[in-house]
């Protein structure tokens, strides 16, 4: 079984640049977690899909990020513009259901200039 | 604000010790997941113990789950040098959030 795959590995970007990660999510698997990780620190949550429906987004700053999940399958997050406070890996992770163990990818290591 | 903390921050032991690490938490639960994260990878989820569990099992991993004191705790038997990671503990805050503690770092010297 694949695991969840996510795109780009490495960014370096200039500030007031916009970016975007692309995740693949484990097939199957209805719920989709964006997470940001800043060095030393644990992992926090930014936005939660069920299935096309953002049900938590609470802890995303909405005047320069922004998600979707089209057709409830992969999803994307961008930045527009990029803050130097914005660079952190940034982890996507997937489960069956909510509640249920999650499955992290790899992560985008995000770099602002 | 991360509801997690792990506890020690940081904690070198030789091969073959175990390693304890304790997690607080400040609200109730339905649940807490141990994960680990080696350097520069994705994490990998080790342990999940409900509300209702005083403790689990996964070979050479025992969490345990004190929900009077609002604390688990992950011990790692025999430890290897393979074991160096980060450790994490989630939890889900009583509803469908997960919250992550800032990790107890684990160097495991061969």
């Known amino acids: 079984e694949a695991g969840v795959v996510q795109s780009p590995r490495y960014k370096i970007i200039e500030k007031k640049q916009p970016v975007a990660f692309w995740c693949n999510p484990i097939?199957?698997?209805?719920?989709l977690y964006w997470y940001r990780q800043n060095l030393g620190q644990g992992p926090e949550l930014l936005i939660r899909y069920e299935n096309e429906e953002a049900v938590d987004d609470s802890q995303l700053p909405k005047d320069r990020f922004s998600a979707e999940r089209l057709k409830g399958v992969d999803s994307t997050l961008k930045i527009q513009p990029a803050e130097l406070g914005d660079s952190a890996v940034y982890l996507c992770?997937?489960?069956?259901?909510?509640?249920?163990?999650?499955?992290f990818g790899p992560g985008t290591r995000l770099l602002v200039l | 604000s991360q509801q997690g903390e792990e506890d020690p921050q940081a904690l070198s032991i030789q091969e073959g010790e175990n390693a304890t690490m304790n997690c607080s938490y400040k609200?109730?639960?339905?649940?807490l997941q141990w994960y680990r994260q080696n350097s520069g990878r994705g994490l990998v989820h080790l342990i999940l113990i409900r509300s209702n569990e005083r403790e689990k099992h996964s070979g050479r991993l025992r969490v345990t789950l004190d929900t009077s004191k609002k604390s688990s705790s992950l011990l790692i038997t025999a430890s290897r040098a393979a074991d160096t990671a980060s450790y994490f503990c989630?939890?889900?805050?009583?509803?469908?959030?997960?919250?992550f503690g800032a990790g107890t770092r684990l160097f495991v010297k061969a």
């Open positions: 989630a939890t889900d805050g009583g509803g469908f959030k997960t919250i």
């Open positions: 097939s199957g698997h209805n719920t």
């Open positions: 609200t109730s639960i339905n649940n």
């Open positions: 992770a997937s489960s069956r259901l909510i509640q249920e163990t999650q499955y």
